[in-house]
């Protein structure tokens, strides 16, 4: 059993294959370790993505049976798809495949928001609940993303290629897989083109994503796709406030109403996150000062208490984020910080009542005329032109390991990092010459 898990986790990082699902946390990692559980993190509970939903439509046995290398390296007993109940069309298929391998069952979840955040995955699979600045790990589990276990499936197959949904205001919502590198400009034209003038962008979805306005940025092996929608959209222009805004916004409005914090996921784990807390920190602070306060550190930034539960529209999520970088300068985490008493968490008692359903959410981001069903098209795009960035996971970005005017095959290595940092190497998605090579990215022309 060491020796497999040895193996697997060699091929993992030779291949590159990282979380597929936006973290990039470098896959080979997590098949060290020994867990109990094997859970296959289905729920994409983002609006308007698609791409895992259609790889398990399209390609199921393969998620299985990276499911299976995975649960073998880490001596899982039970191996778990997390998918929500109401995708009907594909359930019945993965309870037959689940039938036929040994030790994995399906758990459908309900339809709510962050029903992906992997604590509260975790929570809803096992019961069990991942202490507070902890992982999966802690409890036995390790999780993972639908298209990660799908490139798991292919033992030393290099990844070039990335699965994603291209939604929102373009003529031919799609989902597809394109190799890794080219423009989101081309990505756009493969969804039939922008049906508006003035666009711009989230990338990684409308919740946790970020706001861009420059479509020829690459894809990369974390992406999961693009919502594209009119510069003046009010999700737009709310998740682009910068610090100094959102800032003068709270200080002035906010009332202390705790309802961030009543609908934050990890506080109904039992979890010492507080964003309200955050905002009265902030409320005392006074102009130019920095907000620190610890019961940001264990915000995951789902975005909830920004978009949704906050009635007066303020930006708890943004306060949480920049509280947490001003923690890391004065060199504070959650280990260190006054809120780690050691006590076990409790889930909150109302827990199972305060999930926010997704399509409420839909209605209130302002995206139900964007939300279309973005179908699978199998064409292969062929590009004349990629750019790998050398920074596509958690840890030590790549070092380019080529040279302009080299000829490189596809799948062969253009960056790597070195053996005892945490990274993984990154891939020629295209045969060609390497035409640009910088401390940010390889070009390749085919």
């Not at 202490?131 to 499936?153: K, M, R």
């Not at 990335?162 to 597809?176: D, H, L, R, Y």
């Not at 897989?177 to 666009?199: C, H, M, N, S, Y």
């Amino acid at each position: 059993m060491a020796d497999f898990s040895a193996e697997f986790s060699r091929n993992l990082r030779a291949a590159g294959i990282v979380g597929a699902g936006g973290a990039g946390f470098p896959s080979y990692v997590k098949a060290q370790g020994r867990a109990e559980y094997a859970i296959v993190n289905a729920a994409e509970c983002e609006p308007l993505l698609k791409k895992d939903q259609k790889i398990l439509e399209y390609f199921p046995e393969k998620v299985f049976d990276g499911l299976e290398l995975l649960m073998k390296a880490v001596g899982a007993e039970h191996g778990v798809v997390g998918v929500k109940k109401k995708h009907e069309k594909i359930i019945p298929r993965l309870e037959e495949i689940a039938k036929s391998r040994k030790n994995i069952k399906v758990v459908k979840l309900g339809d709510y928001y962050p029903a992906g955040d992997e604590q509260c995955l975790v929570f809803e699979v096992t019961g069990r609940v991942v202490p507070p600045g902890g992982i999966p790990l802690d409890v036995g589990c390790v999780v993972s993303n639908v298209e990660t276990l799908y490139n798991a499936a292919f033992p030393g197959k290099p990844v070039t290629e990335k699965f994603i949904t291209v939604n929102g205001a373009v003529k031919k919502p799609s989902t597809f897989r394109v190799p890794v590198g080219i423009t989101w400009r081309e990505a756009v034209e493969l969804a039939g083109g922008f049906k508006i003038k003035d666009a711009a962008y989230i990338d990684g979805g409308p919740m946790m994503g970020k706001v861009m306005t420059d479509f020829e940025l690459p894809v990369t092996k974390t992406s999961a796709g693009i919502i594209v929608l009119p510069k003046d959209h009010p999700l737009i222009v709310k998740k682009a406030q910068s610090r100094p805004v959102f800032s003068r916004i709270g200080r002035s409005t906010c009332d202390q109403c705790a309802l961030c914090t009543e609908f934050c996921p990890r506080y109904l784990l039992g979890h010492a996150v507080q964003p309200h807390r955050v905002m009265r920190s902030m409320l005392f602070s006074g102009a130019g000062h920095k907000a620190h306060s610890q019961y940001a550190l264990l915000c995951c930034e789902c975005s909830l208490c920004s978009l949704y539960s906050c009635p007066e529209g303020l930006h708890p999520t943004s306060a949480c984020v920049s509280a947490k970088g001003d923690l890391r300068e004065m060199k504070i985490g959650f280990k260190n910080s006054d809120l780690n008493t050691g006590k076990k968490p409790v889930p909150h008692p109302v827990r199972d009542f305060r999930k926010v359903p997704v399509s409420k959410l839909v209605q209130h981001l302002g995206l139900a005329d964007y939300n279309f069903n973005a179908p699978w098209q199998d064409e292969r795009y062929k590009p004349s032109k990629v750019r790998i960035l050398l920074a596509q996971h958690i840890g030590v970005p790549c070092s380019p390991c080529v040279s302009a005017g080299q000829k490189v095959q596809l799948g062969a290595v253009v960056g790597d990092v070195p053996a005892d940092k945490l990274g993984c190497p990154v891939h020629a998605s295209i045969s060609g010459t390497v035409t640009k090579v910088n401390e940010k990215y390889v070009e390749i022309t085919a």
